[in-house]
């Protein structure tokens, strides 16, 4: 029987014998426990009817855990020297498609149209490229793809920051603009040690399970989300002093003071202790739509 690909032996004899080199510019970080990777595919909760989306294969080494259980796996990767060494390592699974393109220019929603069927259960499951972990998460987030769960391993710090709940130091836009569409989880953390090359950072795995609809109810999402990266454009600030640099055209200070008063928010408050509701409570109020 062929060894799983993220043994450290099997790894380095594919990486020898394609004479492969590792781009740092790419974030090419490849696993070498095959433990972690079952347990990243389990957080997923994966059925013999499932789809996978993974961003970045490398050499493989994920992917072949998800198509041993999952129905279909899509797979993209950016750097082209590992197209030939992925057509072998994964020749046991036909059921494995993947596409040399990079992920934030890729028509995402129409290639999941033509490889999976209608309505069928589908999960993102990836060791993610940190250079670019939040404009991924955030495109496959707001492209409001047909995607039950994502289950992503990337830097221990952004998990966190995903995740926090308010008036913790890691709450922030980014969190809410994560919490709007999927509720966040950190499942486990993982070593260093066990990457070849091994990275600066410690990472986590994170769960998003995608909401059916938002928790909160907002005139306009982008005004929303505009509001909220304004609450925290300085954190040392207080909520007034934040939002009325950013209302400066339309309000005065004293009338956002008012309409924060009127909302029960006190404008002393920072961002980092409003909930998203006292956000949507802001954005429903205050924007000219009213
Ligand atoms: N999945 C493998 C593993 O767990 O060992 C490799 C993960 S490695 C952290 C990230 C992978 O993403 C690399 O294969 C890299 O070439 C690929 N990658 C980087 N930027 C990408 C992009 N914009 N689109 C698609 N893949 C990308």
């Known amino acids: 029987m062929v060894k799983d690909i993220a043994t450290p032996a099997r790894t380095q004899e594919i990486l020898k014998k394609h004479g492969f080199s590792f781009k740092k510019s790419l974030g090419q970080n490849f696993l070498i426990d095959t433990n972690i990777l079952r347990n990243i595919v389990e957080a997923a909760s994966l059925s013999d009817s499932s789809g996978v989306i993974e961003i970045g294969p490398g050499i493989g080494a994920l992917t072949e855990q998800s198509a041993k259980v999952a129905e279909r796996v899509l797979a993209f990767e950016i750097d082209q020297r590992l197209m030939p060494i992925l057509k072998e390592t994964l020749a046991p699974f036909p059921h ?23 309505g ?27 995607v039950r769960v994502i289950v992503v391993m990337l830097q221990k710090e952004v998990a966190e920051r995903i995740a926090a709940a308010p008036g913790s130091k ?34 986590a795995i994170l769960r998003l399970t995608i909401r059916d609809k938002p928790p909160v109810r907002v005139n306009n999402e982008e005004r929303f989300f505009q509001i909220v990266q304004a609450s925290f454009a300085q954190r040392r600030k207080t909520l007034l002093n934040n939002l009325s640099a950013y209302f400066k055209d339309t309000l005065s200070k004293q009338i956002v003071a008012e309409k ?31």
């Open 260 to 290: 924060l008063q009127g909302l029960n928010i006190d404008p002393k408050r920072r961002g980092e202790s409003l909930s998203m509701e006292e956000f949507a409570r802001i954005e429903n109020n205050m924007s000219e739509d009213e």
């Open 96 to 118: 494995v498609n993947v596409i040399h393109k990079d992920v934030l220019k890729a028509n995402v929603r129409e290639e999941m149209a033509k490889f999976f069927y209608e």
């Open 170 to 203: 890691d709450y922030g836009s980014l969190s809410i603009a994560a919490q709007y569409y999927a509720e966040a989880e950190t499942v486990f953390t993982v070593p260093k040690t066990v990457f070849i090359p091994q990275p600066n950072v410690d990472s």
């Open 120 to 146: 069928q259960d589908v999960a993102v499951v990836a060791n993610l490229p940190y250079y670019i972990t939040t404009p991924i998460l955030m495109k496959l987030l707001e492209d409001k793809l047909p």
